[in-house]
């Protein structure tokens, strides 16, 4: 599960991490222009508090000044963005820049080890980077030892004098943070301030849906996103939220990564995981339709099942109740081979739904209704 910027800077403000002077506006707050004054300042940031990132490219970062502060608020809360509604504002003091740097730790299963991810050319994500200035990425596992090791790999960086131990230092305060079931602690950008001081000013933090359980203060706030996938635990699928439009249903881990990495290959973006499992009936599929289409980003819906002891015939009928029952706004489409495949390629046939036996072709369709053609 994703926390919103405004919890992880709680998180970093715990662990001593330095967040700029902020304060979270609610929908419906009674407002003003106090906040100014409160932090001495001239010029705020208005950030939509949604469990994603990107906010800046998408009109979900505002500067604000006393003058337009009302009218920006009303326009940051009227909008939609990533497909959700915003509730929350965080408002906080405006940076003065020198330079955006990027630092992360993420859990390394493969090195057994969190792993440290830093980079002078924070502000875009990290993929960006990867792809422009890969040789700019430093990794380092976070093993006894690991500070002399980044500090040489930092040179080539020519950061001002001092910045690196500044670094060394917020990372520890963050390893700390993710040893709390945290499976990435992200500040992009980490701003290096005019006045020399290393300020995060965005916090991607993600917790692991396992442990859930440790972390209760989670559930209220993030309501949505944690009863989808508490609901989807429920009916013994692995449901994860991402933040495109094509909503994805398929039968086991490992069909639906490759699934997800196929629509990526057709520049498709998908709108979620959804693993329904071995062996799921007819009531579960509908089940995980409803679920996938409760995501208000869905443009288009795809079904890629393997038939084994999943039965295409359950699966069609299904699919095919849920149609019965449910008026459908956006185009779905079916990949069904396997056990039982001619009985269920003919209920889909009977329903009116568009199916395929060839993944690639069943997958350039799901991306085409995506992009509304
Ligand atoms: P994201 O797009 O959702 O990751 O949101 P961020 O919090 O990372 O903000 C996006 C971009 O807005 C940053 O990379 C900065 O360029 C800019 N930004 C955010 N906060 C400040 C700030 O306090 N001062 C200035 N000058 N720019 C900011
Ligand atoms: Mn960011």
């Not at 006894?144 to 131990?165: V, Y």
Request: hydrophobic share 40%; with cysteine; aromatic share 8%.
């Amino acid at each position: 599960m994703n926390l919103t910027e405004h919890q992880g800077k709680k998180l970093f403000n715990k662990f001593r991490i330095k967040v700029p002077k902020g304060t979270v506006i609610n929908r419906g707050d009674n407002f003003n222009i106090d906040i100014f004054n409160k932090f001495k300042v001239d010029e705020l940031v208005l950030k939509a508090q949604i469990p994603f990132g990107k906010r800046g490219k998408s009109g979900g970062v505002l500067f604000t000044n006393r003058s337009n502060f009302k009218q920006k608020i009303k326009e940051l809360f009227s909008k939609i963005i990533h497909g959700f509604k915003i509730n929350q504002i965080r408002a906080e003091e405006k940076l003065n820049i020198a330079k955006e740097l990027y630092l992360s730790i993420t859990l390394s299963r493969a090195e057994k080890s969190y792993m440290l991810i830093f980079s002078s050319e924070g502000g875009v994500e990290i993929e960006e980077i990867a792809e422009k200035t890969p040789q700019k990425i430093i990794k380092v596992p976070l093993r006894t030892g690991w500070e002399a090791e980044f500090d040489k790999q930092c040179q080539q960086f020519n950061l001002p004098l001092g910045t690196i131990k500044k670094v060394i230092q917020i990372s520890k305060k963050l390893h700390q943070l993710a040893k709390n079931d945290i499976t990435l602690a992200e500040i992009n950008p980490l701003i290096l301030t005019k006045s020399n001081e290393l300020v995060a000013a965005d916090s991607k933090i993600t917790l692991d849906t396992n442990a859930l359980f440790r972390h209760k203060e989670y559930l209220q706030e993030n309501k949505e996103q944690a009863n989808l996938e508490e609901e989807a635990k429920k009916m013994g699928f692995t449901y994860v939220q991402l933040d495109g439009n094509i909503g994805v249903i398929g039968n086991g881990a490992g069909l639906v990564m490759c699934t997800l990495d196929t629509l990526a290959h057709f520049n498709g973006a998908p709108a979620n995981f959804l693993d329904i499992g071995g062996g799921a009936n007819r009531e579960k599929i509908t089940k995980a339709i409803e679920i996938v289409l409760k995501n208000p980003n869905c443009k288009s819906l795809f079904i890629n099942i393997f038939g084994g002891i999943t039965k295409c015939d359950e699966v069609a009928s299904g699919i095919s109740n849920y149609l019965q029952k449910n008026k459908m706004n956006i185009p779905v489409t079916v990949r069904l081979i396997g056990t039982n495949e001619q009985q269920g390629q003919q209920i889909l046939k009977q329903a009116g739904i568009h199916f395929f036996k060839d993944i690639e072709q069943a997958i350039n369709q799901a991306v085409v209704f995506s992009k509304g053609e």
